[in-house]
C-alpha cells in the first residue's frame, strides 16, 4: 500500500482550519499553530492517521464487507460520487435518510419497490396503465432513485463508515455509533474526533484536499478488493484437490465396506461342520439303546 505523501496534503490545503474562535478544544493535538486567526493542522499527524485508517479499511475490504461512504455537502459529493463507484462500495450523497442504518429493514423494502418499479418500465406494464399514474409512477422512482439508487446493492448494514464533515452528517455519524459500526472521518478543527472511531485531520471543506485524502482511501480499498480476488483464484484448485480426495478417501471407505460382506457366507459355513457331527453321534446313541433293548426282549 502507497503511504501518504506530506507534500500532496500540503499543496492540497489540508493543513487550513478553521478560525480559532470556531475550534473544538478535543481537537487541540492536532492542531500545529494559530496564524492570523485561524489554526493550521499538523500534517504528520494527519499522515500518520490517514496510514491507519487506510491500512483497517483494506482490511475490511479485503474480508468482503461493505464500507459506506456519507458526504452531502457540494464540495465533496461529486467527489466521492466519482472515487467511490470505482471500488463498487455504497455512497450516500443526496440527503441521509433519518434512520437509514436503525431503521435498515424499512429502507431494503424502499429499494425493493424501487427495484419493481424499474422492471414495470421493461417488463411493458407501463403500457396498461394510464398516461397519469405512468407519470406518478417515473416521479416515485425517479426520487428514490436519486436518495437510494447508491445503496441499492447494499443487502445488509456496512461494516464501517467513512464521513466527511462529521457535524454535517451528525445524524448519520449517530447511528453508526448506535450500533457500534465503526466510522472513518475528516475531522476539522471545529469537530470533535472522539465521536468517531479513526479522525482523520484536515481541512473537510476544500475540495483539493478532500480528493487527495480520497485517492489513497478509495486505493487501499482496490489493492485489499486484488487481494481478495488472487486468494479465491489460488484457492480454487487448492478446493478441487481436496474434493477429489475426499472423493478418493469415500470411495476406498466404500470398497472396505463391501470385502467383509462377501467373506459372511465362508465364515457362516464353517460352524456347520459340528453340527453334522453332533447329528452322527445322537444317531449312533439312539441304535445303541435299540440293541439293547431288543436283548432285554430276548432274555426275558
Known sequence: MSKTQFN??????????????????NMAPYIFMERNGIHIIDLHKTVVKLDEAAS????IAKSGRKILFV????QAKDIVAEKVKATGMPFVTERWSGGMLT????IRRAVKRMNSLAKMEKDGTFDHISKRERLQVSRQRAKMEKTLGSIADLNRLPAAMFVVDIQ????AVAEARRLNIPVFAIVDTNSNPNLVDYAIPANDDAAKSIAVILDIVAGSIKE????????????GPAKEKKQAKKQDTKAKKSSA?????KAEPEAQAKPQEPKAE??????????????NSEQEQKSE
Do not use: C, S
Open 278 to 291: 453332533v447329528k452322527e453321534n445322537t444317531e449312533a446313541t439312539k441304535e445303541t439303546k435299540n440293541k
Open 257 to 261: 465396506r463391501k470385502e467383509p460382506a
Open 168 to 171: 454535517k452528517e451528525n445524524i
Open 8 to 25: 500532496d496534503l500540503l499543496e492540497a490545503g489540508a493543513h487550513f482550519g478553521h478560525l480559532k474562535r470556531k475550534w473544538n478544544p
Open 103 to 106: 431503521n435498515f429493514p424499512t
Open 56 to 59: 483497517a479499511m483494506k482490511q
Open 71 to 74: 458526504a452531502t455537502k457540494k
Open 224 to 235: 485489499g478488493l486484488d487481494e481478495r480476488k488472487a486468494e479465491r483464484e489460488k484457492e
